[in-house]
Protein backbone atom coordinates (compact mmCIF):
# COMPACT_ATOMS: atom_id res chain seq x y z
CA UNK A 1 0.00 0.00 0.00
CA UNK A 2 2.89 2.45 1.03
CA UNK A 3 4.42 1.64 -2.22
CA UNK A 4 1.56 2.32 -4.16
CA UNK A 5 1.65 5.76 -2.35
CA UNK A 6 4.98 6.73 -3.19
CA UNK A 7 4.56 5.96 -7.24
CA UNK A 8 1.90 8.35 -6.52
CA UNK A 9 3.99 10.75 -5.53
CA UNK A 10 6.66 10.03 -7.99
CA UNK A 11 3.78 10.34 -10.57
CA UNK A 12 2.63 13.75 -9.57
CA UNK A 13 6.11 15.04 -9.60
CA UNK A 14 6.61 13.80 -12.87
CA UNK A 15 3.66 15.23 -14.16
CA UNK A 16 3.92 18.32 -12.82
CA UNK A 17 7.39 18.56 -13.62
CA UNK A 18 6.64 17.42 -17.90
CA UNK A 19 3.55 19.90 -17.64
CA UNK A 20 6.14 23.28 -16.80
CA UNK A 21 7.77 22.82 -19.50
CA UNK A 22 6.26 25.38 -21.31
CA UNK A 23 4.24 23.01 -24.07
CA UNK A 24 1.08 23.79 -24.40
CA UNK A 25 -1.48 21.32 -23.26
CA UNK A 26 -4.62 19.70 -24.58
CA UNK A 27 -7.94 20.64 -22.37
CA UNK A 28 -7.83 17.05 -21.31
CA UNK A 29 -4.17 17.08 -20.05
CA UNK A 30 -5.30 20.16 -17.67
CA UNK A 31 -8.21 18.48 -16.62
CA UNK A 32 -5.77 15.36 -15.79
CA UNK A 33 -3.34 18.20 -14.01
CA UNK A 34 -6.25 19.74 -12.33
CA UNK A 35 -8.06 16.59 -11.17
CA UNK A 36 -4.26 14.90 -9.88
CA UNK A 37 -3.74 18.26 -7.27
CA UNK A 38 -7.54 18.22 -5.91
CA UNK A 39 -6.61 14.85 -5.10
CA UNK A 40 -3.28 15.98 -3.83
CA UNK A 41 -5.03 18.45 -1.65
CA UNK A 42 -7.63 16.55 0.02
CA UNK A 43 -6.56 14.89 2.96
CA UNK A 44 -6.61 11.39 2.13
CA UNK A 45 -4.03 13.17 -0.31
CA UNK A 46 -1.80 14.95 1.81
CA UNK A 47 -2.43 11.79 4.34
CA UNK A 48 -0.32 9.72 1.52
CA UNK A 49 2.05 12.22 0.65
CA UNK A 50 2.94 12.35 4.51
CA UNK A 51 3.59 8.45 4.29
CA UNK A 52 5.43 9.00 0.93
CA UNK A 53 8.01 11.58 3.26
CA UNK A 54 8.37 8.82 5.70
CA UNK A 55 8.86 5.87 3.38
CA UNK A 56 11.32 7.92 1.71
CA UNK A 57 13.57 8.23 4.90
CA UNK A 58 14.11 5.12 4.82
CA UNK A 59 17.46 3.64 4.11
CA UNK A 60 16.73 0.53 1.96
CA UNK A 61 13.84 2.46 0.08
CA UNK A 62 16.51 5.20 -0.65
CA UNK A 63 18.72 2.19 -1.83
CA UNK A 64 15.86 0.90 -4.00
CA UNK A 65 15.60 4.18 -5.71
CA UNK A 66 19.29 4.97 -6.38
CA UNK A 67 19.66 1.23 -7.74
CA UNK A 68 16.89 1.62 -9.99
CA UNK A 69 18.14 5.62 -10.97
CA UNK A 70 21.61 3.78 -12.17
CA UNK A 71 20.21 0.94 -13.96
CA UNK A 72 18.06 4.20 -16.36
CA UNK A 73 21.60 6.17 -16.44
CA UNK A 74 23.06 2.64 -17.67
CA UNK A 75 20.47 2.56 -20.76
Known amino acids: MKMKW ?3 LI ?3 ALQCASSTGKEGT ?3 SSLMNDII ?3 QSEEGQKAIQA ?3 KI ?3 ETQD ?3 SLVSKDKKK
Open 57 to 59: QDK
Open 64 to 66: KVK
Open 6 to 8: VFL
Open 11 to 13: ALF
Open 27 to 29: END
Open 52 to 54: AKE
Open 38 to 40: EKA
